[in-house]
């Protein structure tokens, strides 16, 4: 089992939708949860990162985070082609634990 | 956000030679800094993490002496590829933490090509 797992997409949403991703993590003893964007051939964006279980609102950005179930996940309302990137969630232990990414695609 | 800014953003160089890239932590006083590789289409892979004035720590499967990591300052870290081969070519990117956070933030990045 990856110490962080994310569905690695595509995941297509229509331009206005919400886009919801999502991300497991194996160490139950992790505190500090992460999300990065990545567009094609640039270096990863801190979007938010949660420490506490429950939501986490930024514009039109939620995190979402849940211990008991070790899931952290990532709303983003009103989608906008500018979106369309690969999301990387992270649990810090020290270093980052980083997943796959998510590929994101929004259409107009 | 703080910045981080890298050096070159890209460079092109023969095999065999060596290639010195710069990372900055330009608002922020970086305890610890990072060095990933990323190869297209992957995700990003941790080389290094290094503490200001330390010996840096390698991942697994990482050759230190290829890899040559120096964080003299708490704004400054440098990676030297030396020898470089063409597997060598790739993109490499720094990140920056400051003390007492656990916040991560990245530079642009470097495209190495070895020709």
């Known amino acids: 089992q990856k110490e962080v797992e994310q569905n690695s997409g595509p995941l297509s949403v229509p331009e206005g939708a919400i886009a919801s991703l999502n991300c497991t993590y194996s160490?139950?003893?992790?505190?500090?949860f992460f999300w990065y964007r990545q567009y094609s051939g640039k270096s990863p964006e801190l979007i938010m990162f949660?420490?506490?279980?429950g939501d986490k609102e930024d514009g039109r950005f939620t995190a979402q985070l849940n211990k008991a179930s070790q899931y952290v996940s990532l709303l983003i309302r009103d989608s906008q082609p500018s979106d369309s990137a690969t999301y990387l969630c992270?649990?810090?232990?020290?270093?980052?634990?980083f997943g796959q990414g998510t590929e994101l695609s929004v259409k107009p | 956000g703080a910045v981080v800014s890298q050096h070159p953003s890209w460079v092109i160089c023969k095999s065999g030679t060596s290639v010195k890239i710069e990372c900055r932590s330009l608002?922020?006083?970086?305890?610890?800094m990072f060095w990933y590789r990323q190869f297209p289409k992957q995700s990003l892979m941790l080389m290094a993490t290094?503490?200001?004035?330390?010996?840096?720590?390698?991942e697994q499967g990482v050759e230190k002496d290829k890899f040559l990591i120096n964080h003299a300052s708490l704004t400054l870290s440098t990676l030297t590829v030396t020898s470089a081969h063409p597997e060598d070519s790739s993109f490499y990117i720094c990140?920056?933490?400051?003390?007492?956070?656990?916040?991560?933030?990245f530079g642009p990045g470097t495209r190495l090509t070895v020709t």
């Open positions: 990140s920056a933490r400051g003390d007492h956070s656990y916040e991560q933030y």
């Open positions: 160490d139950r003893g992790s505190q500090s």
């Open positions: 949660i420490y506490s279980n």
């Open positions: 992270a649990v810090a232990r020290g270093k980052l634990i």
């Open positions: 608002d922020f006083q970086a305890t610890t």
């Open positions: 290094s503490n200001e004035g330390s010996k840096a720590t390698y």
